[in-house]
């Protein structure tokens, strides 16, 4: 299905492990020279766990406007010394699915001596489509958690495009054993599990499926919205993931009357990223240079319900719910 070498597609037991196995490879645990992971603040927890858990401090950087994730040339170029400096990884992350291209980031990688890693967590579909601009010497985490859109329940992979990596990611993953059972390297026990492999095998066999309901509820969204001469405002595959069905507010005041109007109406809606991971009680304190896109980006950016048996009723009563909300002033 996949057309890549043996060897490229690693298993792991979520995103996290995958996230983490992978930073093992490339980097290492975090030295005292090198303490910080540049990551971007508008993602999801996961990022910044994976991290901490290989010894990194985040460092939040802001995301570019138009693509929501970090932007390798203006870090590279503008960041502060200081701080490049003392980076011992740099994780860019796809957001909500959107695929981060190789190239920029091996020019980064190239730049700065700062190794990288992809959270391409819900960046499966966009990932594949094009493997040979999403895949390459930079290790792409991603998550298969039910909430993504090939999903095994929870589970992940590494994926690679060359297979340089692939026994440092295995190892890091497997107790830091290749072959004999002895600890080579630094490692956690990240393995995807059997019966987590059964549910993906058997989630592959559906995937065409799936991913056909899946446009097909987001073509029933844009016919909807289109009549009601509310299309500038969304998002669905394949520009995010299709898990995803996504409303990009003008201004955070009518995202707040969107949320009061589907409250009103009793439809969930989500943050998918809440307001950025400063906004956590446990991730007030970390370090950050000024965050003004993701302070403007993330409280307009509403995940809308999405699923293979949205009906085109309960659409219907969501589009008016929009409506009110996306019109009132
Ligand atoms: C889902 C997600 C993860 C974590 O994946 P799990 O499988 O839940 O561990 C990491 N990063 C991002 C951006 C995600 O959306």
Known sequence: MLLLPEGSVISASSGTAALIGSMLAVAGRAVEQRPLALMPAYTFVAT???AQQCGYHPFLADIN????????????????????????????????????????????????????????????????????????EIPVAMSFHATKALATGEGGCVALGTPRLAVSVTRSLNFGFHEARESTSPSINGKMSEYHAAVGLAELDGWTEKQTTLRAVATEYR????????????????????????????????ALRVQAALQRSRIDYRL??????????????????????????????????????????????????????????
């Not at 400063?278 to 302070?295: F, G, K, M, N």
Request: include cysteine; glycine fraction near 8%; proline fraction near 8%.
């Open 48 to 50: 910044a766990v994976a």
């Open 65 to 136: 406007p138009v693509s929501w994730t970090l932007d390798p040339e203006r870090l590279a170029a503008e960041l502060d010394r200081s701080i490049l400096e003392r980076c011992g990884i740099a994780v860019p992350v796809a957001p909500l699915g959107r695929p981060v291209p190789q190239a920029p980031w091996l020019e980064f990688q190239r730049k700065t001596g700062i190794p990288v890693v992809i959270d391409g967590a819900a960046s499966f579909e966009g990932v594949f489509q094009t493997p040979e601009q999403f895949l390459g």
């Open 223 to 254: 016919h909807q919205l289109f009549s009601a001469g509310l299309s500038k405002y969304f998002y669905f595959a394949p520009d995010v993931s299709s898990n995803y069905a996504l409303c990009h507010c003008a201004s955070p005041d009518q």
């Open 272 to 329: 998918w990223y809440g307001k950025g991971l400063q906004h956590h009680a446990y991730y007030a304190d970390l370090e950050h240079e000024s965050l003004v896109v993701t302070h403007d980006l993330a409280p307009r950016l509403l995940g809308l319900p999405m699923s293979m048996d949205l009906t085109e009723s309960a659409i219907t009563g969501i589009v008016a719910a929009l409506s009110t909300g996306l019109s009132e002033s």
